[in-house]
């Protein structure tokens, strides 16, 4: 998957130089060395492009970073997460690089991973935005960042905590100019993915100078209208999910599911769009788009993806097994390498004490 995980380890590798460049594995290389994806290369290809730190990306990046690779695209370094990340064989994907000092680390956003997200949907509980009491589904963190006896520290399930560092290191900041078409959309953008990223791209366009702003509808708000066991990601981490997006230049938390008179003129909003997905009439009945369409600013776009949140889900469902099986086998293959590097860890404290 592409979340906020991924664009917040991209925030942080783009500080540390000035030209970020991106490797995307193919659907190939995943399915080898990780396990099925959920979406598609040519999805991730256009998913990271659009995250607002990344200057360029490769497609079909190899999976072992080499100095070969970093040379051929006049790379200095790369930079990974401080988890860890193996071959098919176990192997450091970045031994080569590492060995030469021409890695850098950042740190693992908590809180979430492919892994947890997949988790999430296998599980589809509505308990999966509170404090989980499944032993299972529960990581505890010490100084080390180990995760409870028997789980990997780094894709077991954990719960995001927001702050309001995180939100000002991800908001653009930027206040709306003279000239700018100030768009206001709202939804629940939930596992943010590809339709709504090109929904927000065809959003983009609709001005010269467009300025997004995009209401996300609280956790319950979303459940009312969407039903089911939805939202899977919470308000938290959705907010960080469309703050990445560079078409997007401000957020507002817990938007009211009508955009009424008072949010109109607050924001100034000269144009309201929304796609072709149905529009849930409110809790009283009445249409939540009443007012932009009798100012006439609303504007229904059709940005050719139909591809919604639901489908994801079931993209998960349908290979259940194989998607529970690659969760296994990374959890098991990422213990053992936690185990060795703390009993190293433990070796050196000892030898140290020692002395």
């Given at each position: 998957?592409?979340?906020?995980?991924?664009?917040?380890?991209?925030?942080?590798?783009?500080?540390?130089?000035?030209?970020?460049?991106?490797?995307?594995?193919?659907?190939?290389?995943?399915?080898?060395?990780?396990?099925?994806?959920?979406?598609?290369?040519?999805?991730?290809?256009?998913?990271?492009?659009?995250?607002?730190?990344?200057?360029?990306?490769?497609?079909?990046?190899?999976?072992?970073?080499?100095?070969?690779?970093?040379?051929?695209?006049?790379?200095?370094?790369?930079?990974?997460?401080?988890?860890?990340?193996?071959?098919?064989?176990?192997?450091?994907?970045?031994?080569?690089?590492?060995?030469?000092?021409?890695?850098?680390e950042c740190r693992r956003t908590q809180g979430v991973s492919t892994t947890d997200l997949v988790g999430r949907m296998l599980l589809m509980t509505k308990a999966h935005h509170a404090n989980m009491d499944n032993k299972e589904y529960k990581q505890h963190t010490d100084n080390f960042g180990k995760g409870p006896k028997g789980h990997s520290p780094w894709t077991g399930v954990s719960q995001f905590l927001q702050t309001s560092q995180k939100i000002i290191q991800f908001a653009s900041g930027k206040e709306p100019q003279p000239g700018d078409t100030i768009i206001y959309v709202a939804g629940a953008f939930d596992l943010f993915h590809i339709g709504h990223l090109d929904f927000l791209e065809t959003v983009f366009k609709q001005a010269e100078r467009p300025y997004i702003i995009v209401g996300l509808h609280f956790d319950q708000e979303v459940n009312r209208y969407k039903g089911k066991n939805y939202p899977i990601m919470n308000i938290h981490e959705r907010t960080l999910s469309v703050l990445a997006c560079r078409y997007v230049s401000e957020v507002v938390i817990g938007a009211p599911y009508a955009v009424g008179k008072d949010l109109l003129d607050h924001f100034k909003v000269d144009l309201v769009c929304h796609g072709k997905t149905e529009v849930f009439p409110d809790k009283d009945g009445s249409d939540p788009y009443a007012e932009p369409r009798k100012r006439g600013i609303f504007r229904i776009l059709d940005s050719e993806n139909g591809l919604t949140t639901d489908d994801i889900v079931q993209r998960i469902i349908a290979h259940r097994l194989q998607f529970e099986e690659r969760n296994q086998k990374k959890e098991a293959k990422e213990l053992a390498v936690f185990e060795a590097l703390k009993h190293k860890s433990d070796g050196e404290k000892s030898e140290a004490a020692a002395q």
């Open positions: 998957m592409v979340h906020y995980g991924h664009s917040n380890q991209l925030r942080q590798a783009k500080a540390m130089g000035d030209y970020l460049v991106v490797g995307v594995h193919t659907d190939g290389e995943i399915v080898k060395h990780k396990g099925p994806p959920v979406f598609t290369q040519e999805e991730r290809y256009k998913m990271v492009r659009a995250i607002k730190w990344v200057d360029e990306i490769v497609e079909g990046a190899p999976y072992v970073t080499t100095l070969e690779t970093l040379d051929k695209y006049n790379c200095d370094f790369c930079v990974h997460g401080d988890d860890i990340t193996l071959t098919v064989d176990g192997k450091d994907t970045y031994e080569e690089v590492k060995r030469a000092d021409r890695y850098r």
